[in-house]
């Protein structure tokens, strides 16, 4: 069984920066993304990134946010800049068909 596991999250002022990590528990040769989802709404793909490291991401975060990975220590980050009480939600790693326990992130105005 693979398991995830997230870090990094927590309480920021609107512009601020949080940097999110997943470990996941085995080495990964697919695609590996970031999803969230923020209270009475859908869980949203924030972004993608492959093997390859093709960056994918969803509109509303582009210039924002940078998805990366580390291969070598089965990691994948977040890095989230110019934050916005929008961005508000529980963020959650997810490779294949399995998801970590999600990560809270709140942005004060």
């Known amino acids: 069984q693979v398991q995830l596991a997230e870090s990094g999250g927590g309480l920021v002022q609107a512009g601020g920066s949080l940097r999110l990590s997943c470990v996941v528990s085995?080495?990964?040769?697919?695609?590996m993304a970031w999803y969230r989802q923020a209270p009475g709404k859908q869980r949203e793909l924030v972004a993608t990134?492959?093997?390859?490291?093709?960056?994918k991401y969803v509109d509303s975060v582009k210039g924002r946010f940078t998805i990366s990975r580390d291969n070598a220590k089965n990691t994948v980050t977040l890095q989230m800049n110019n934050l916005k009480p929008e961005d508000t939600a529980v963020y959650y790693c997810?490779?294949?068909?399995?998801w970590g326990q999600g990560t809270q992130v709140t942005v004060s105005s």
């Open positions: 990134i492959s093997w390859s490291v093709i960056t």
């Open positions: 997810h490779r294949g068909d399995f």
């Open positions: 085995i080495s990964t040769f697919s695609t």
